[in-house]
Structures are given as C-alpha cells and as structure tokens.
C-alpha cells in the first residue's frame, strides 16, 4: 500500500464548476501538505501548503486538511479551461527528511 | 518560471552509458533535491543536498550518484542505464521552508 493515495482521474468538469480533489495518506507523521500543479511535460507548480490540520485560502484554491481522517482536498472555484492539468498531493514529514512524497496525482480537464 | 534551471531538456542513449544531469537551483536556495518521474512509480525523491552536504536517500539505485558544488549547482549521474531509466528527471530547490521549487526536467530515454 502506498504512503499517499490518489484517484487518477481523469476528472473532466465544464468551466465554472467546483472541482474537489482528494488524497488519503497512512503516515499519521506527515506534518505539511502540499499541492502541487503539472501540465504536461512540465515540471511541477506549487500552488499551496499547509501545516497540520486546517484550512487556507488563496484566490479561487482552497486547501483542506484533516489529520484525524488522514485526509486532504484541494477544492478550486470558477474553474476555467487553463486549470486543466495534473494535480498532485504530496506530503513531508519533518521527523525524518525534507523529503516529498507525492500521490499519484489527477488528471483534470475543464471543458468550456 | 520558478527560477530553477535544468540542463539538458532532453537526452536520448543508449543501454550501459552512464550521463549527468545538471541543475542550478533558485538564487540563495541552499538545498537541492532530485526527483525521477515514471508512468508506472510516479514522482519518487531520489536525494537531498544541503550546501554540498547529502542530507537524504531515497530510494536511489547504486548505479545513480550525485553531488552539489560550492555553488550549490547539483549534478545527478547516471550510469549502466537500462531501458528502465527512462524517465523525467526534475530538480527542486529550497530556501528553509517547507516550499520546494521544481525545474523544467531532463527527459531521459534509453534506447
């Protein structure tokens, strides 16, 4: 079983939806968490992190965590067709290595 | 652009070869990361520097090696390759925050 789980979609929406995105993790030591945006052949973007538990808020991204169901979203508002793109969770738990260790990641298409 | 540069965009070998991988990270980041991107294993971290130190190991095979610089620029070398390194090969860097920074990749096939 992986550390950190993710649907791979793909997750297709039209533009203007909500879109939720979700991962699930086992190591109840990670501490921060992060997502991250990849169009293809690109290297990956960081669009927001949290620590522990709690919520943030950046523009049309939220980011939710829950440490007591080992789970985690990204949800984003207004979804336009230039939001179509892989999305991927990743985690670190600071006891150990600054290390991240990602989901698999989903694939997101917004269609107009 | 997140300000970390990777050299080259794309390298193509054969089997047995050994190659390097360079990466310059953000201006003052004193850490280095390198991570191997494949269809089947996803984003896996490979080893993290810190101002020329190996502070980390992942899952990183005997045949890979890397090393940073005095200025901080990394280098990842790969040797023996197999048809199996054929993967995307990123950089990240980071300041003393938790916010790693990728670079555009190195796409690796090995023919």
């Known amino acids: 079983q992986k550390e950190v789980e993710q649907d791979p979609g793909p997750l297709s929406v039209p533009e203007g939806a909500i879109v939720s995105l979700n991962c699930t993790y086992s190591n109840s030591a990670f501490q921060y968490f992060m997502w991250y945006r990849q169009y293809s052949r690109k290297g990956p973007e960081l669009l927001m992190y949290t620590y522990s538990s709690g919520n943030k808020e950046d523009g049309r991204f939220t980011a939710q965590v829950d440490k007591s169901s080992k789970y985690i979203s990204l949800f984003i508002r207004d979804s336009q067709p230039s939001d179509s793109a892989t999305y991927l969770c990743a985690m670190i738990n600071t006891g150990t290595a600054s290390k991240l260790t990602f989901g698999t990641g989903t694939r997101l298409q917004v269609t107009l | 652009d997140s300000g970390v540069t990777q050299t080259p965009k794309h390298l193509i070998t054969a089997t047995g070869q050994r190659v390097t991988l360079r990466c310059s990270p953000r201006s003052g980041d004193l850490s280095v990361y390198w991570y191997q991107q494949s269809l089947d294993q996803g984003l896996q971290f490979l080893i993290h520097?810190?101002?020329?130190?190996?502070?980390a190991k992942g899952n990183i095979l005997e045949r890979f090696s890397a090393q940073q610089f005095p200025d901080l620029h990394s280098e990842l070398n790969l040797s023996s390759l197999e048809l199996g390194d054929s993967a995307l090969y990123f950089c990240a860097s980071s300041a003393t925050g938790p916010e790693q920074y990728f670079g555009p990749g190195t796409r690796l096939t090995v023919t």
């Open positions: 520097y810190y101002n020329g130190e190996e502070r």
